[in-house]
């Protein structure tokens, strides 16, 4: 849980750049997984029922997600099945494109306050002035 709420933005100039991270993800993990991979393996496995083309992205992209451990590779994967079912229900990435920005832009709605401070990284240590510093290297 750590990992992933050290990537949620805190400052201004974290939240301008999720937002285009945000929009981009969205964008390009439906093309790549949604676009092209479902069409991968529809090529492969020919006569591939659509049901088992959305099991199959669901899996795929909830393991892409293992950084996010368990729960993150379970959420994703269900709404990589949720998007997967759209586009081919559609025949268009269009819906899925905006629903997953969607999806991951909502975070921007979380006031900085409202997140949970960061603890150090394992292997991290604070000099006397309570900075962090990287317990490998030099100090600056």
């Known amino acids: 849980m750590q990992s992933?709420?050290?990537?949620?933005?805190?400052?201004?100039?974290?939240?301008r750049l999720f937002a285009v991270v945000g929009a981009t993800a969205g964008i390009c993990?439906?093309?790549?997984?949604?676009?092209f991979f479902?069409?991968?393996?529809?090529?492969?496995?020919?006569?591939l029922?659509?049901?088992?083309?959305?099991?199959?992205?669901?899996?795929?992209?909830?393991?892409?997600?293992?950084?996010?451990?368990?729960?993150?590779?379970?959420?994703?994967?269900v709404l990589g099945g949720v998007f997967a079912a759209l586009y081919l229900q559609t025949g268009s990435l269009l819906l899925p494109v905006l629903l997953h920005a969607a999806v991951d832009l909502r975070f921007l709605l979380v006031?900085?306050?409202a997140l949970p401070p960061l603890r150090p990284a394992?292997?991290?240590?604070r000099d006397t002035q309570g900075?962090?510093?990287?317990?490998?290297g030099p100090s600056e």
Request: net charge positive.
């Open 38 to 47: 479902l069409a991968v393996v529809a090529a492969v496995v020919p006569g």
């Open 122 to 125: 394992r292997g991290a240590r």
């Open 131 to 136: 900075d962090q510093r990287d317990s490998v």
């Open 111 to 113: 006031p900085s306050s």
């Open 4 to 15: 992933t709420v050290a990537l949620l933005p805190r400052s201004a100039g974290e939240r």
């Open 49 to 77: 029922a659509s049901g088992w083309l959305v099991v199959v992205a669901a899996v795929a992209f909830g393991a892409a997600h293992a950084y996010q451990g368990l729960a993150g590779v379970l959420l994703t994967g």
């Open 29 to 35: 993990e439906e093309w790549l997984y949604r676009g």
